[in-house]
């Protein structure tokens, strides 16, 4: 086995196997290091599981809105062994196996640099083995679950995103602290499953903080009405638990303490650097690893090294990191062959433009670009427009009672759109064109002539620009 290759990646998940497979494609030699599973977090502990225990509990929800239906009770038993397989039972074989045919050399072990254009391989048997970049290293080892402080936590053991995702079993009773897209889908998908007394806990005043306010509010509105108990502006104080996978007491800032089967904490995910010797070449051991458009890390001499995905902070979404991948791959096969680096496609501005993402709740909720007060923010001459999506007659047949909102933030100046966002049933497939819309910079004149299908969901587009003016 060579020690040397054109490119050297550190972490085979979603983002750093597409870093490798657009570098050999550029004619570049590659080779990958995982001390995990090949494939990543995404694809055993995350988007992959989570959607995969979702789907029975949104579907069911989907049957029951339509008159003449009828649902039994969910065969979990049925949906977690689907879960297993959707993970392929967490062995990456098939994942080794893709990137071997990319080609690639896979190396299994802890990764690390250890100097420039240097990465020091120790294996699981111990054994380190040293290899060496000709041109680039590309740092791509995602995130991990952020715990807080709180007494007796971490000797509570409680689930993150990491455990709740390939349960075995599910607690009659479950505790779930934060606000976010982890808290809300995990506790839509477990209290769905069988988890019977489920609480949330959020030490803000809303769900989904970082997107539209009516957003939260759907969605908080869908969770109590489904049994689920939501508190806000409440913080866990102290977590005991005296017997391991015993019962777990949480203490509350305000109440009385609460007794749950699990806790579930959900409470944000930090980049993934620790122990990657970012120190050995005169960087920051913690935090994001900072870089430019083109994935290359800052305050690097040289410039060989680069960080994709969670890894840099940038977004933390699988899809976004991908594409990060996709543009650093690129890069550095464009940058060995003497091409010019300062093209279009050799930056990534999906970025700054804004990420489309989803909460695969009921109802779902997706959105891309800024929200109203974002753009207001960054001093947009800014124009909103509304819409009930229960108005529109392609959400009326999806079932009764629909409920769902859409929202479009216009920069008034050029007649463009800067943020989307859907809340609803079925909502996710509408997403992309929003992203096109808002990516491209579609003027909304010609926008107006992209003619919505009837009776579709689809025709929110229509309705959104009649009320514009249009």
Avoid at 50 to 58: C, D
Avoid at 212 to 229: C, N, T, W, Y
Avoid at 379 to 393: I, P, Q
């Amino acid at each position: 086995m060579s020690d040397e290759f054109d490119v050297i990646v550190i972490g085979a998940g979603p983002a750093g196997e597409n870093v490798a497979a657009r570098a050999v494609r550029g004619g570049l030699s590659a080779a990958v290091v995982e001390e995990d599973l090949a494939g990543g977090e995404c694809s055993y502990w995350a988007c992959v599981p989570s959607k995969a225990l979702l789907r029975p509990v949104e579907l069911a929800a989907d049957v029951r809105r339509v008159p003449g239906m009828s649902t039994g009770p969910l065969d979990v038993a049925a949906v977690l062994a689907r879960r297993d397989e959707a993970v392929s039972h967490l062995d990456d074989a098939g994942q080794v196996k893709w990137i071997k045919s990319v080609p690639a050399e896979f190396v299994r072990g802890r990764g690390r640099l250890s100097g420039p254009l240097r990465v020091e391989v120790t294996a699981p048997g111990g054994a380190v083995r040293l290899l060496t970049a000709r041109h680039a290293v590309v740092l791509a080892t995602g995130s991990r679950a952020a715990l807080p402080p709180i007494p007796g936590l971490r000797e509570a053991a409680p689930w993150t995103s990491h455990e709740v995702t390939v349960a075995q079993e599910i607690p009659k009773r479950l505790v779930v602290v934060g606000g976010g897209v982890v808290a809300c889908e995990m506790t839509q998908a477990m209290h769905g499953l069988g988890a019977e007394e489920t609480t949330m806990l959020v030490r803000g005043r809303s769900l989904l903080d970082r997107m539209e306010p009516f957003a939260g509010k759907l969605l908080r509105d869908s969770l109590a009405d489904g049994g689920v108990d939501v508190r806000f502006g409440v913080e866990v104080t102290k977590v005991e638990r005296s017997v391991p996978g015993g019962p777990v007491t949480v203490h509350l800032s305000e109440g009385p303490p609460i007794t749950a089967d699990e806790l579930l904490m959900a409470t944000g995910r930090r980049p993934a650097t620790g122990d990657l010797g970012l120190g050995t070449v005169g960087l920051p051991e913690k935090g994001p690893v900072e870089v430019d458009d083109s994935m290359r890390a800052t305050g690097v001499p040289e410039g060989w090294l680069y960080a994709v995905g969670d890894v840099n902070g940038r977004n933390l979404l699988t899809h976004m990191g991908k594409y990060q991948a996709r543009v650093c791959g690129d890069v550095i096969a464009a940058r060995v062959r003497g091409d010019r680096d300062d093209l279009p496609g050799l930056r990534a501005v999906a970025d700054s433009l804004g990420a489309p993402q989803v909460v695969f709740t009921d109802p779902q909720v997706c959105a891309v670009g800024r929200t109203e007060a974002a753009a207001r923010s960054a001093g947009f001459d800014v124009r909103v427009v509304e819409y009930d999506l229960a108005s529109v007659t392609g959400a009326y047949l999806l079932g009764e009672d629909y409920r769902g909102r859409a929202k479009a933030v216009v920069d008034e100046r050029r007649r463009v759109l800067l943020g989307v966002t859907f809340v609803g049933a079925g909502v996710a497939e509408l997403l992309h064109s929003a992203t096109i819309a808002v990516t491209g910079e579609v003027p909304l004149d010609r926008l107006w002539h992209a003619v919505p299908s009837f009776p579709t969901v689809s025709e929110i587009w229509l309705r959104l620009l009649e009320e514009y003016g249009l």
